[in-house]
């Protein structure tokens, strides 16, 4: 049974309006990959675009299994318990490079949360796209901001080599990481670390406390040994418990301090133009491969082409030029 569908005002009036129903479906016909749903996806997002940007946009990462879930969760109550905030989280969830299909599973990670009307929880599907992150999870970001929501809390699959693209989204980057878990210093890719704004030990909880503590010491050395941002920004380096909630307050400390002096220094203004030019650079890539793949004939000269390669009658180089000419 297909959805309803609204007209481009219904879409715009129900987001501004707060409607978190119509918030999820505009999102979903912003993700949709059917080509007759782009142009009203594009009215949307032009239509709620001036609506948007004033939020705090923070991404969060971290290894499968370092409790991500469980920290926005308690970041996210904080907010709306203690400081009376209204809090959208972006969590994309890995896709099955087999089946394309997703587990879609954080409403169930963050009951408690989700069931909050100050809240709004919207899993995605990574897709395969690159960076930890979905392909539209912009427009997502954009969307969440114009029905009124001010923090933006974007949680990636998890810590990879291309893991860094939510740091081009976002104006806070902060870093879970776990103690005991091995060598701290191994399978963290410098690039990571070279760009977090807070790094934080969470599971500091229980008889987890001291090597949490250690952990920390141990990575507050380590990101000494590397320059002075040019924001000038020094990252904190801390301990949490997303279970019990200790740290969680500091934290949230932490990234406002970290957006008044970005403000007060300019960088943040030039980070978000930064943001800007990203998305465009994203969307040329998006609608030249769209244009590529609805060439009439394409899928099937691409077929063919794969196989001649596969078979070495065409070099990769070759084949991709002839497709393209």
């Not at 009658?313 to 497709?323: E, F, G, I, K």
């Given at each position: 049974?297909?959805?309803?569908?609204?007209?481009?005002?219904?879409?715009?009036?129900?987001?501004?309006?707060g409607?978190?129903?119509?918030?999820?479906?505009?999102?979903?016909?912003?993700e949709?990959e059917?080509?007759?749903?782009?142009?009203l996806?594009?009215?949307?997002i032009?239509?709620?675009?001036?609506?948007?940007?004033?939020?705090i946009?923070?991404?969060?990462?971290?290894?499968?299994?370092?409790?991500?879930?469980?920290?926005?969760?308690?970041?996210?109550?904080?907010?709306?318990?203690?400081?009376g905030?209204?809090?959208?989280?972006?969590?994309?969830?890995?896709?099955s490079?087999?089946?394309?299909?997703?587990?879609?599973?954080?409403?169930?990670?963050?009951?408690?949360?989700?069931?909050?009307?100050?809240?709004?929880i919207?899993?995605?599907?990574?897709?395969?796209?690159?960076?930890?992150?979905?392909?539209?999870?912009?427009?997502?970001?954009?969307?969440?901001?114009?029905?009124?929501?001010?923090?933006i809390?974007?949680?990636?699959?998890?810590?990879?080599?291309?893991?860094?693209?939510?740091?081009?989204?976002?104006?806070?980057?902060?870093?879970?990481?776990?103690?005991?878990?091995?060598?701290?210093?191994?399978?963290?890719?410098?690039?990571?670390?070279?760009?977090?704004?807070?790094?934080?030990i969470?599971?500091?909880?229980?008889?987890?406390?001291?090597?949490?503590?250690?952990?920390?010491?141990?990575?507050a050395?380590?990101?000494?040994?590397?320059?002075?941002a040019?924001?000038?920004?020094?990252?904190?380096?801390?301990?949490c418990?997303?279970?019990?909630?200790?740290?969680?307050?500091?934290?949230?400390?932490?990234?406002?301090?970290?957006?008044?002096?970005?403000?007060?220094?300019?960088?943040?203004?030039?980070?978000?133009?930064?943001q800007?030019?990203?998305?465009?650079?994203?969307?040329?890539?998006?609608?030249?491969?769209?244009?590529?793949?609805?060439?009439?004939?394409?899928?099937?000269?691409?077929?063919?082409?794969?196989?001649?390669?596969?078979?070495?009658a065409?070099?990769?180089?070759?084949?991709?030029?002839?497709l393209f000419?």
């Amino acid at each position: 049974m297909s959805r309803p569908r609204h007209s481009a005002h219904e879409y715009i009036d129900g987001v501004l309006a707060g409607d978190r129903a119509l918030l999820a479906r505009s999102i979903t016909l912003v993700e949709s990959e059917s080509p007759h749903d782009a142009p009203l996806a594009r009215q949307v997002i032009e239509g709620c675009l001036p609506h948007s940007g004033r939020s705090i946009r923070v991404g969060i990462t971290g290894i499968p299994g370092v409790g991500k879930s469980t920290f926005i969760e308690s970041l996210g109550k904080h907010l709306i318990d203690a400081r009376g905030a209204r809090v959208a989280v972006l969590s994309v969830d890995p896709s099955s490079q087999i089946s394309g299909g997703s587990i879609l599973g954080d409403k169930t990670r963050m009951e408690r949360l989700g069931s909050d009307e100050r809240a709004f929880i919207r899993p995605s599907p990574a897709r395969g796209h690159l960076g930890g992150v979905g392909r539209h999870t912009r427009e997502a970001i954009l969307l969440c901001e114009a029905a009124g929501f001010g923090v933006i809390l974007v949680e990636t699959v998890g810590v990879g080599q291309s893991e860094t693209a939510v740091r081009g989204m976002t104006d806070f980057f902060l870093l879970l990481l776990l103690a005991g878990a091995g060598d701290e210093l191994q399978g963290i890719k410098r690039g990571i670390l070279e760009m977090v704004d807070l790094l934080a030990i969470n599971k500091a909880d229980g008889d987890n406390i001291a090597k949490a503590e250690r952990a920390r010491r141990e990575y507050a050395n380590a990101l000494h040994l590397f320059p002075p941002a040019d924001d000038g920004w020094t990252p904190p380096t801390v301990t949490c418990s997303g279970l019990t909630g200790n740290g969680v307050k500091e934290i949230w400390e932490a990234v406002l301090e970290h957006h008044r002096a970005m403000q007060t220094s300019g960088h943040f203004q030039k980070r978000r133009e930064g943001q800007a030019v990203d998305w465009l650079r994203d969307l040329i890539t998006q609608t030249l491969e769209s244009e590529f793949q609805s060439r009439p004939g394409i899928e099937a000269r691409l077929k063919e082409t794969e196989q001649s390669v596969r078979q070495g009658a065409l070099n990769p180089v070759s084949a991709a030029a002839q497709l393209f000419s």
